[in-house]
Nanobody
């Protein structure tokens, strides 16, 4: 089974930027739909953005225009570029893979922490 490993989290001030990466263990991940989710302390998991196998992306309203999801299949890597970050973006960010592309994400990374200070 494909494994996912995230990196790139950290602490930034409001208005700053970070780029998260999610490396897959296998090139078969290029056939999967991928997504980023986040979970803030005391809250449920929230979908952030998705990208399909053709590179088409969709975003949650709270991040549209500030975040960009992309993928480099040659590097087995999914990215999330986060700009103009705000304190409400503070969360544990996880990448996920959906083998069926039916919105059933069943492969998850361990997560990377993002903290935005005001």
């Amino acid at each position: 089974q494909v494994q996912l490993v995230e990196s790139g989290g950290g602490s930034v001030q409001a208005g700053g930027s970070l780029r998260l990466s999610c490396v897959a263990s296998s090139y078969t991940s290029s056939a999967y739909c991928m997504a980023w989710f986040r979970q803030a302390p005391g809250k449920g998991r929230e979908w952030v953005a998705s990208i399909n196998t053709r590179g088409m992306s969709t975003y949650a309203g709270s991040v549209e225009g500030r975040f960009t999801i992309s993928r480099d299949n040659g590097k087995k890597t999914l990215y999330l570029q986060m700009n103009n970050m705000q304190p409400e973006d503070t969360a544990m960010y996880s990448c996920a893979a959906d083998m069926s592309c039916y919105g059933r994400y069943n492969i998850w990374g361990q997560g990377t922490q993002v903290t935005v200070s005001s």
